[in-house]
């Protein structure tokens, strides 16, 4: 069974920053386009950023967070990053990375998304 395991989350303070790290198993990342998504108790889970499969060289971010993350590939290590700093309490989710065949802009939909990963917390609060 293909799957995606995250990890990298936690507690930071307000204008401080985290890793996450989203690694796939039994499957090579590269094949895919890998999205990252946020979600709050309460709400729909929403986009953060995606990147194309190795065949492009594309990403997107949201509005919300653009100039502050970073998401990249590194392929020796199947292993998809977003880095966040200047992190904002707004911020705060449990973030999901997952992966498909459908890159779409502005953000990808989680309808264009095949796995799943279970999740790592982020909470930013002094």
């Known amino acids: 069974q293909l799957q995606l395991a995250e990890s990298g989350g936690g507690l930071v303070q307000p204008g401080g920053s985290l890793r996450l790290s989203c690694v796939g198993s039994r499957f090579t990342l590269d094949y895919y386009v890998v999205a990252w998504f946020r979600q709050v108790p309460g709400k729909e889970r929403e986009g953060v950023s995606c990147i194309t499969s190795n065949s492009g060289d594309s990403s997107n971010y949201a509005d919300s967070v653009k100039g502050r993350f970073t998401i990249s590939r590194d392929s020796a290590k199947n292993t998809v990053y977003l880095q966040m700093n200047n992190l904002k309490p707004e911020d705060t989710a449990v973030y999901y990375c997952?992966?498909?065949?459908?890159?779409?802009?502005?953000?990808?939909?989680?309808?264009?998304?095949?796995?799943w990963g279970s999740g790592t917390q982020v909470t930013v609060s002094s």
């Open positions: 997952a992966a498909g065949r459908t890159y779409s802009d502005p953000v990808c939909s989680i309808y264009g998304m095949d796995y």
